[in-house]
């Protein structure tokens, strides 16, 4: 592949850095709204399932073309082709990185080299399905309850789509998550389990990570002490590493590949706690709605093409209005877990400093993804949101059809969204401030200090996305939609997006921590370390 240079060495990056510094820092949204009618118009989009409204972010016609230029002068169209064609992007790892051929239909690839994975993607697919189908029948199957022993991308897509698509899930099954290697996560699990009535699914790529292993060990003994019957009926693997599954006693494994990354996977084996909650043809929609978002993605020009536009937003306010987070506020309460889920997508995949030559990068990467549902975090951190020293871009989804009879609630959480979103941008004037009652505010204190106070700057920049509903279909292509804008920023960034080495150094230390806790050996240790293993054994 031609080599492109680097984002910061295009001339788009000095364009884009010249018209920040003669525009960009004072644009103001309200202004722009008040002198062009047809912002919303043309700065809004469509995407399978999916509408963007960008028309509230600190963009204007310029700074759109430039950062599209820069996308053409980095190759992001050849580099999206070589991701899709299965082309060893993962280069530190020496692997192609082919999720989307994970939701691609049978006989089918997102490319044509992708069919051999395609097919054996459906095998799985077919068995990982039919096996939950069995499940579902609780007559039969006798289950009750579904334990997901697994960490970071084999937990966090599985527990924020069964909550998120609850509304089509099994209502005989109980779901629960363990992931953390603290027995305060397994113990009140298994309080209320029955061996006989219970499935565990350990979910681990490698079969060999710390946390999850301890909990499948501990989840086994407690099933044996219970008097559990017939483990290889109570215990299924999801996993690439089929030996170490049989190892542990695993009979039953569904398999996926090293060309999945973790936090890419909920489309593979490891959604099968969101298959048996929502059942085989609602999991296909899962995948249709993700692999339309794959085909806009591919095929859409980048003009309008939702996920390299919100890549290239990203780009802009890292990297030229230096903000260093962003937060996600869905109003649906099933999203819960979706900031969680996003923190894993965006900071393990593009919190990277050296590019792919192993340089350091002279320029920002990964914001923090950060965020609550609304609208508790209204009453909690937007506070300082609306009103403190920091931009920080917010993203809204909002749903339109609830999937519950609370009329009334959904409309109050509709505006509320509305609300916000408007309140960032529009923010209030002193004299707005001051014109105002204040019924609670102390009589002495001095109303012309007491209006800044009450001031609020405004021109803080918001996307909102909106789903027509909360289904399976809405929630693959959602969740599509975020891994094409993650690989848009990291490509623009020239990092690999696919590794996650920061994870290692932790790993290993832990690894020769865990027998100094009981020998109380200390040697080599610095001397904050060694005082608190001191103090943590005594
Ligand atoms: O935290 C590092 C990591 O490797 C993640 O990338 C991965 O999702 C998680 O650990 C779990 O790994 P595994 O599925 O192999 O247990």
Same mark, same amino acid.
């Given at each position: 592949?031609?080599?492109?240079?680097?984002?910061?060495?295009?001339?788009?990056?000095?364009?884009?850095?010249?018209?920040?510094?003669?525009?960009?820092?004072?644009?103001?949204?309200?202004?722009?709204?008040?002198?062009?009618?047809?912002?919303?118009?043309?700065?809004?989009?469509?995407?399978?399932?999916?509408?963007?409204?960008?028309?509230?972010?600190?963009?204007?016609?310029?700074?759109?073309?430039?950062?599209?230029?820069?996308?053409?002068?980095?190759?992001?169209?050849?580099?999206?082709?070589?991701?899709?064609?299965?082309?060893?992007?993962?280069?530190?790892?020496?692997?192609?990185?082919?999720?989307?051929?994970?939701?691609?239909?049978?006989?089918?690839?997102?490319?044509?080299?992708?069919?051999?994975?395609?097919?054996?993607?459906?095998?799985?697919?077919?068995?990982?399905?039919?096996?939950?189908?069995? =499940?579902?029948?609780?007559?039969?199957?006798?289950?009750?309850?579904?334990?997901?022993?697994?960490?970071?991308?084999?937990?966090?897509?599985?527990?924020?789509?069964?909550?998120?698509?609850?509304?089509?899930?099994?209502?005989?099954?109980?779901?629960?998550?363990?992931?953390?290697?603290?027995?305060?996560?397994?113990?009140?699990?298994?309080?209320?389990?029955?061996?006989?009535?219970?499935?565990?699914?350990?979910?681990?790529?490698?079969?060999?990570?710390?946390?999850?292993?301890?909990?499948?060990?501990?989840?086994?003994?407690?099933?044996?002490?219970?008097?559990?019957?017939?483990?290889?009926?109570?215990?299924?693997?999801?996993?690439?590493?089929?030996?170490?599954?049989?190892?542990?006693?695993?009979?039953?494994?569904?398999?996926?590949?090293?060309?999945?990354?973790?936090?890419?996977?909920?489309?593979?084996?490891?959604?099968?706690?969101?298959?048996?909650?929502?059942?085989?043809?609602?999991?296909?929609?899962?995948?249709?709605?993700?692999?339309?978002?794959?085909?806009?993605?591919?095929?859409?020009?980048?003009?309008?093409?939702?996920?390299?536009?919100?890549?290239?937003?990203?780009?802009?306010?890292?990297?030229?209005?230096?903000?260093?987070?962003?937060?996600?506020?869905?109003?649906?309460?099933?999203?819960?877990?979706?900031?969680?889920?996003?923190?894993?997508?965006?900071?393990?995949?593009?919190?990277?400093?050296?590019?792919?030559?192993?340089?350091?990068?002279?320029?920002?990467?990964?914001?923090?993804?950060?965020?609550?549902?609304?609208?508790?975090?209204?009453?909690?951190?937007?506070?300082?949101?609306?009103?403190?020293?920091?931009?920080?871009? =917010?993203?809204?989804?909002?749903?339109?059809?609830?999937?519950?009879?609370?009329?009334?609630?959904?409309?109050?959480?509709?505006?509320?969204?509305?609300?916000?979103?408007?309140?960032?941008?529009?923010?209030?004037?002193?004299?707005?401030?001051?014109?105002?009652?204040?019924?609670?505010?102390?009589?002495?204190?001095?109303?012309?200090?007491?209006?800044?106070?009450?001031?609020?700057?405004?021109?803080?920049?918001?996307?909102?996305?909106?789903?027509?509903?909360?289904?399976?279909?809405?929630?693959?292509?959602?969740?599509?939609?975020?891994?094409?804008?993650?690989?848009?920023?990291?490509?623009?960034?020239?990092?690999?997006?696919?590794?996650?080495?920061?994870?290692?150094?932790?790993?290993?230390?832990?690894?020769?921590?865990?027998?100094?806790?009981?020998?109380?050996?200390?040697?080599?240790?610095?001397?904050?370390?060694?005082?608190?293993?001191?103090?943590?054994?005594?």
């Amino acid at each position: 592949m031609k080599l492109h240079p680097r984002c910061d060495r295009t001339a788009a990056w000095a364009a884009l850095s010249g018209h920040f510094e003669a525009h960009g820092r004072d644009f103001d949204l309200r202004a722009a709204f008040r002198q062009d009618p047809t912002r919303f118009e043309w700065l809004s989009f469509e995407a399978p399932e999916v509408f963007a409204d960008l028309s509230k972010n600190l963009l204007d016609p310029a700074s759109l073309k430039f950062l599209l230029d820069l996308a053409q002068e980095c190759g992001l169209p050849q580099r999206r082709a070589a991701l899709l064609a299965g082309e060893p992007v993962n280069a530190t790892e020496g692997r192609a990185v082919l999720h989307t051929a994970l939701r691609a239909p049978a006989g089918e690839g997102s490319h044509s080299s992708q069919v051999h994975e395609v097919h054996e993607v459906h095998e799985v697919l077919n068995a990982m399905l039919a096996f939950a189908q069995e =499940v579902r029948d609780t007559e039969h199957s006798g289950i009750t309850d579904v334990v997901n022993i697994g960490i970071g991308g084999s937990d966090l897509g599985p527990q924020m789509a069964v909550p998120a698509l609850d509304a089509f899930a099994h209502r005989q099954l109980r779901f629960h998550f363990v992931s953390n290697v603290d027995g305060h996560d397994l113990t009140p699990v298994l309080r209320s389990l029955h061996p006989q009535r219970t499935l565990f699914i350990i979910a681990s790529k490698t079969f060999t990570t710390q946390e999850t292993m301890a909990n499948a060990h501990a989840a086994r003994n407690w099933f044996d002490a219970q008097g559990g019957k017939d483990r290889s009926r109570h215990f299924v693997g999801v996993t690439t590493n089929l030996k170490a599954a049989a190892e542990f006693g695993i009979t039953r494994t569904f398999g996926f590949w090293d060309w999945v990354g973790g936090r890419y996977s909920m489309w593979s084996a490891i959604g099968l706690p969101i298959a048996l909650a929502i059942g085989p043809e609602h999991f296909r929609a899962l995948l249709a709605g993700a692999h339309a978002m794959d085909q806009h993605f591919a095929h859409t020009p980048l003009s309008r093409n939702v996920p390299v536009l919100l890549g290239l937003l990203d780009v802009w306010y890292r990297n030229f209005h230096h903000y260093t987070s962003r937060s996600v506020a869905p109003y649906h309460q099933g999203l819960r877990r979706l900031p969680a889920y996003l923190q894993q997508l965006e900071m393990e995949s593009n919190g990277k400093r050296v590019d792919m030559a192993g340089e350091p990068v002279p320029y920002a990467t990964s914001p923090v993804v950060w965020g609550e549902p609304g609208t508790n975090g209204q009453h909690a951190f937007f506070q300082m949101l609306h009103q403190g020293t920091d931009v920080i871009p =917010v993203e809204f989804i909002a749903v339109k059809q609830p999937t519950h009879e609370l009329s009334d609630l959904h409309q109050k959480l509709l505006a509320n969204c509305l609300a916000q979103s408007q309140a960032l941008m529009e923010g209030k004037s002193a004299e707005q401030a001051l014109a105002e009652r204040v019924p609670t505010a102390a009589p002495t204190f001095d109303r012309g200090v007491l209006s800044r106070h009450r001031t609020f700057p405004g021109n803080r920049p918001s996307t909102t996305l909106v789903l027509e509903a909360l289904t399976p279909r809405a929630l693959g292509a959602l969740v599509a939609l975020y891994e094409h804008r993650v690989w848009t920023s990291g490509a623009l960034w020239g990092i690999n997006s696919f590794d996650q080495w920061g994870v290692e150094l932790g790993k290993a230390l832990c690894n020769d921590l865990l027998p100094r806790l009981s020998s109380a050996d200390t040697t080599g240790l610095d001397a904050s370390t060694a005082g608190l293993l001191q103090r943590l054994r005594s």
